[in-house]
């Protein structure tokens, strides 16, 4: 939604004004796509069966799966994560270099995820 790209907006330059965040994101870039505008995405949309309730975050639930509709062509990988309930302990670019080893049908996903106590100091979930 216009909010929470506008939230995101201003974390990414928050980042990128400070000599560390800038560090950090070498040779990163932010590009920001309206998927709900976008042509490919609207007709996906009206395919869903009648009386389908998205409420407040399903339509980009749905944009992640059918990102490869509204990306650019120039675009051959994605990776997609939910930052409010995802912690990455490593390096990403190993989970990028998979990639490379998967074809153009396949999807990862992750399932299940451990308990973080190590991460918590010991305290309950």
Request: proline content about 5%.
């Amino acid at each position: 939604d216009p909010s929470g790209l506008e939230h995101w907006r201003l974390a990414a330059q928050e980042l990128l004004d400070h000599r560390e965040g800038k560090d950090l994101l070498q040779g990163v870039s932010f590009e920001y796509l309206d998927f709900e505008a976008h042509p490919a995405f609207r007709s996906f949309l009206r395919r869903y069966p009648k009386g389908c309730t998205w409420g407040a975050a399903g339509k980009a639930i749905v944009a992640r799966v059918v990102c490869h509709l509204v990306l650019p062509p120039s675009v051959d990988r994605v990776i997609s994560i939910d930052l409010g309930d995802i912690l990455v302990l490593d390096d990403i670019k190993k989970l990028w270099d998979l990639g490379h080893r998967m074809e153009d049908h396949h999807l990862l996903a992750a399932s299940h995820a451990v308990s973080l106590h190590h991460i918590n100091g010991q305290l309950p979930n």
